[in-house]
């Protein structure tokens, strides 16, 4: 049996409010953005079945709940400040479960600096529902945006595609080919990287200072490029032999050259996609380096083209199932 | 079979967007407070067969969300600016049920002023879950706290207390005593002030300029005074008989004297509990009156003393249950 939503709160979550939460007692919260800063506001939700399996681990899901919040704050170049969490607990949820979460929330709060700003603790005849909301800041008006490419941007994708995608084909086929090729450290990497996103936090503002554009990969990285292209009326030659793949997506495609559509069509990978002007280019290149995260240059935007993706030889490639879509 | 999550957005819940959220067709919004102000926020989130029936009319559901964060936010002594919406649909949900869910959310946005700063839309295998997070501002510094209050202070309560509790009586009983003896325009108002909360927005600048604390209703007018006066190391005596009801609650007690205290234990009042200095309390009053809503003296806080509720005889009413839970 877990605590009262009074108890649940003063033990697991007032540790973590921030000065403006007035330690949780309260029914809102006040804040300020820093001066000549504005707020910028993103909202992810996460259903047990949906978006994460029900038997992850608690800290697990709290963290990936927080990050995927986080990234989207990344990809708008936003300096995070605090969040508010709304979670519906379900029949079968007990206090060890919701200790482990609020650990795993606290563990993540503290490690990137955010604050707990307040939220709502319910229950459900369903599945477990974590719902939370993000505030970061930029620079008055510095907001960069999904839709704000020009023709002739450089196109860059930070970190390594297709991981996240990779482990949950892992998860859910357990017994299948891949998991018995694997490599277990490579079964490893890809299995960790779906349960445990790394938001580009650390990027921040390099994508504030160069960035003409920017979104985070959580649909796909086909989906996502075409829609941050196509959306702003552009599209692009874009160079699939330069996506970079970490080792054990890598030997995951070796074991099945199908796999390569998943690895550029599944979800998680939360790395952004971004781009720059021209002169940008090669500074936006060195912050990421200093922030030790690669950038990899993938092409240009052009207007009256289409997005298309070729590869190595220059072959046009089709993926009729561009993006995945969570709904 | 609803539309997929990007045509739902662009169809129902764009054509509400706030200008800093691009359209909806980004992953985050950008704002800043007003120049001199602070923001509020506060989320609830609502669970289906929990805080509303799977059977209520979408559009009632909508508004009721989006209702029972402006009571916070009323609360506070904030002006509503907008929300974000994080919103589960069942697998039984279809596209005239988020239509019109739309269409509710929509007529609200427009008549308290609000914009959609974005959200989230996923899919469940459990029961329709509704997460807001609202925005609104105060003057920098001014938000009113639930623990602000100090001996000596003067407690209201506006509006009146109770109805929204006998209506979900009337929901859970339809059959019941009270169903059968009640006039029909009796029960169709307290019905109704269950379904469709009336967030007390238009106080908010008087609960702002006068309230040392403050508090909306929703978990029970006595559970919630009580957690207001004892989370400030105060009591009073509480008079009962100062509490006010609508004719359809004094006919819903008079058939079942036993209501009493379902209408001051219930929930889902959102009214606003205040205390105010004694030298602001006719001035709140007469805000109040000015914004055509009753503030009801109740008692004076006070210092060395427990929460106290008396009848007209002065008799202490002791209420087991002092709060309803909606976890």
Not at 94 to 101: E, H, K, T, V
């Amino acid at each position: 049996m877990p605590l009262s939503e009074f108890e649940i709160i003063a033990r697991c979550f007032a540790p973590i409010a921030a000065p403006g939460a007035f330690g949780l007692l309260d029914d809102a919260a006040s804040l300020s953005p820093p001066p000549g800063r504005d707020l910028v506001l993103t909202k992810d939700m996460l259903v047990a079945g949906m978006h994460f399996f029900p038997g992850d681990p608690p800290a697990a899901i709290a963290r990936k709940a927080l990050r995927v919040n986080l990234s989207d704050l990344a990809a708008k170049g936003a300096e995070p400040i605090g969040f508010m969490l709304g979670i519906a607990l379900a029949r079968e949820t007990d206090q060890g479960w919701i200790d482990a979460f609020a650990a795993g929330l606290a563990a993540d709060a503290a490690s990137y600096g955010l604050a707990l700003f307040g939220g709502d603790t319910v229950s459900t005849s369903g599945p477990v529902t974590v719902s939370i909301t993000a505030f970061g800041s930029v620079p008055a008006g510095g907001m960069v945006r999904r839709l704000g490419a020009s023709a002739g941007d450089r196109l860059f994708v930070t970190g390594r595609i297709g991981d996240a995608a990779l482990g949950l084909r892992l998860r859910l086929e357990p017994e299948g080919e891949l998991a018995r090729l694997l490599a277990p450290e490579h079964r490893e990497a890809l299995l960790e990287a779906y349960l445990l996103p790394q938001p580009r936090t650390a990027l921040a503002a390099a994508v504030q200072r160069h960035a003409s554009a920017a979104m985070d990969v959580s649909d796909g990285f086909v989906g996502d490029l075409t829609k941050m292209l196509s959306g702003a009326g552009l599209g692009a030659r874009v160079r699939l032999d330069r996506v970079p793949h970490s080792p054990a997506a890598q030997a995951a495609m070796a074991i099945d050259r199908d796999l390569e559509s998943v690895a550029l069509c599944g979800g998680d990978d939360y790395e952004l996609l971004v781009a720059t002007p021209p002169g940008r280019a090669n500074d936006f290149v060195a912050a990421c380096d200093a922030a030790g995260v690669p950038a990899s240059p993938i092409g240009d935007a052009a207007e009256d083209v289409a997005v298309r993706f070729v590869d190595a030889e220059g072959r046009t490639r089709d993926f009729t199932r561009g993006s995945f879509s969570h709904f």
